[in-house]
């Protein structure tokens, strides 16, 4: 007697229950979506200004002047570095593609180089050179640049330690083929 009961209860109190969430759903609608809100600031303009004009060279898509095939160094770089050793310092360059004055540059010459230099000439001086252009380079955005040596020269100890120093400084010396879309 006393389990019916509870039954029964239980069952009222479900169907009461369900009745109320039956005329909640028929009376109740669902919010409708705010229209959005178009300000000025938020007009698009119908000329696109690229603010970043490395965007291009940075995914490998911008155009790299190809220059003459019997001309050397080859022309199809965006950046180059330029390495060279005189008689008494050491002096790199990176050449952007379509400058011929340097982007950035590195000497021996320097007076804040060179007083913490013992020569302005040894391999320890293609070293300094090497890590001061690589951070240069990267606090100017350039992390990709071309270097291409001659062969016989490239094998000296000084070319090869401002090599390993431009590498280690974070610098990538070659450049992503171009992407043709």
């Given at each position: 007697?006393?389990?019916?009961a509870?039954?029964?209860?239980?069952?009222?109190?479900?169907?009461?229950?369900?009745?109320?969430?039956?005329?909640?759903r028929?009376?109740g609608?669902t919010?409708?979506?705010?229209?959005?809100?178009?300000s000025d600031?938020?007009?698009?303009n119908?000329?696109?200004v690229?603010?970043?004009?490395?965007?291009?060279?940075?995914?490998?898509?911008?155009?790299?002047?190809?220059?003459w095939?019997?001309?050397?160094?080859?022309?199809?770089?965006?950046?180059?570095l330029?390495?060279?050793?005189?008689?008494?310092?050491?002096?790199?360059?990176?050449?952007?593609?379509?400058?011929?004055?340097?982007?950035?540059?590195?000497?021996?010459?320097?007076?804040?180089?060179k007083?913490?230099?013992?020569?302005?000439?040894?391999?320890a001086?293609c070293?300094?050179?090497?890590?001061?252009?690589?951070?240069?380079?990267r606090?100017?955005?350039?992390?990709?640049?071309?270097?291409?040596?001659?062969p016989?020269?490239?094998?000296?100890?000084?070319?090869?330690?401002f090599?390993?120093?431009?590498?280690?400084?974070?610098?990538?010396?070659?450049?992503?083929?171009?992407?043709?879309?």
């Amino acid at each position: 007697c006393r389990y019916q009961a509870l039954q029964t209860d239980h069952l009222f109190v479900s169907h009461t229950d369900l009745m109320a969430l039956e005329n909640a759903r028929k009376y109740g609608q669902t919010a409708s979506e705010p229209e959005p809100v178009i300000s000025d600031n938020e007009a698009i303009n119908k000329t696109f200004v690229n603010r970043n004009p490395r965007n291009l060279e940075q995914m490998a898509l911008a155009v790299k002047d190809r220059g003459w095939a019997t001309v050397w160094p080859s022309r199809q770089y965006y950046h180059r570095l330029v390495f060279k050793r005189t008689q008494h310092h050491i002096t790199a360059e990176v050449y952007s593609s379509d400058s011929i004055d340097p982007v950035l540059s590195c000497s021996t010459k320097e007076w804040a180089l060179k007083r913490e230099l013992g020569s302005t000439r040894s391999v320890a001086a293609c070293r300094a050179v090497g890590e001061v252009l690589a951070q240069r380079c990267r606090e100017a955005g350039i992390t990709r640049i071309v270097y291409r040596e001659v062969p016989w020269m490239f094998r000296s100890e000084s070319n090869q330690t401002f090599w390993t120093a431009m590498k280690e400084g974070g610098v990538m010396l070659s450049e992503p083929r171009r992407k043709f879309i």
